[in-house]
Nanobody
Framework: VQLQASGGGLVQAGGSLRLSCATS????????MGWFRQAPGKEREFVSA????????YYGDSVRGRFTISKDNAKNTVHLQMNSLKPEDTAVYYC???????????????????WGQGTLVTVSS
């Protein structure tokens, strides 16, 4: 399973960015896709996840109400719309995926066996 993340960049505080994660895998091979982020000197943090079939959505506390995850099953792509960005949102954002056989909490990065390369988001104050 290959994941390709895109959409990172530099934005001022209060601005918006949209990240995308495309996969070449068949929809039947992927049960859920998620986003994690890692700021310099910090541990990787759960951002959001979505199940591809039922569309169940999960958010981390620090982004709930500002970020919106969505899916485009026809294009095997998941988007992360990030609004009201803050300097503390600065991080490398990673997309990840899990298969139907992967169990566990969606916020636990260890439940995602497939990872894309990171895309850097920088929010200036």
């Amino acid at each position: 399973v290959q994941l390709q993340a895109s959409g990172g960049g530099l934005v001022q505080a209060g601005g918006s960015l949209r990240l995308s994660c495309a996969t070449s895998a068949r929809t039947s091979d992927i049960y859920a896709m998620g986003w994690f982020r890692q700021a310099p000197g910090k541990e990787r943090e759960f951002v959001s996840a979505i199940t591809l079939s039922a569309g169940r959505i999960y958010y981390g506390d620090s982004v709930r109400g500002r970020f919106t995850i969505s899916k485009d099953n026809a294009k095997n792509t998941v988007h992360l719309q990030m609004n009201s960005l803050k300097p503390e949102d600065t991080a490398v954002y990673y997309c990840a995926a899990r298969s139907p056989s992967d169990a566990g909490y969606y916020y636990n990065e260890e439940t995602y066996p497939y990872w894309g390369q990171g895309t850097l988001v920088t929010v200036s104050s």
